[in-house]
């Protein structure tokens, strides 16, 4: 059942990815990657996975030490639930640079190679999109003027 899981959990999250790099100005994409429930799937593989082995994630995560982690780290249930931590985290990092881009207005192809490295490499595609967007500002919010009360 790990195997299976750890497979299905980048399948679950492809197609999200497919459509924030390859179809970012789809009406349809906007509406689908506005909902932060696109990693819930994922969620629910590490949830399932995490549970499973709670008796040997629980230690090594309530008192961490590098060998304790390595330890769980190297089991198939381990390697499979950081895996689904991974991706989860890693959708949810590509979802929020990719909305922060829309409405930045920084072009798709300058966002989509980010993107790429965030699906391989999360941490270092969250730098290199912290790096890329401060080239454009956020459209400043326009502010009505508050209700005159009369009396």
Not at 72 to 89: N, R, S
Not at 121 to 150: C, D, F, K, M, S
Request: avoid cysteine; glycine fraction near 6%.
């Amino acid at each position: 059942m790990t195997e299976t899981l750890f497979t299905l959990t980048f399948a679950l999250a492809a197609p999200f990815w497919a459509l924030m790099i390859l179809l970012p100005r789809w009406s349809w994409t906007l509406r689908i990657i506005r909902s932060p429930l696109i990693v819930l799937p994922v969620l629910t593989i590490y949830a399932i996975l995490v549970l499973a082995a709670a008796g040997d994630v629980l230690p090594a995560v309530l008192s961490p030490t590098l060998s304790g982690v390595r330890d769980l780290l190297g089991t198939a249930d381990g390697a499979a639930a950081a895996w689904a931590h991974m991706i989860a985290f890693d959708l949810f990092v590509g979802r929020w640079t990719w909305l922060d881009s829309r409405e930045r207005g920084v072009p798709a192809l300058v966002v989509a190679p980010v993107l790429v490295l965030t699906v391989l490499l999360g941490p270092l595609g969250l730098a290199a999109y912290l790096g890329v967007r401060t080239r454009w500002r956020r459209p400043a919010v326009v502010r009505l003027p508050e209700p005159q009360h009369l009396g």
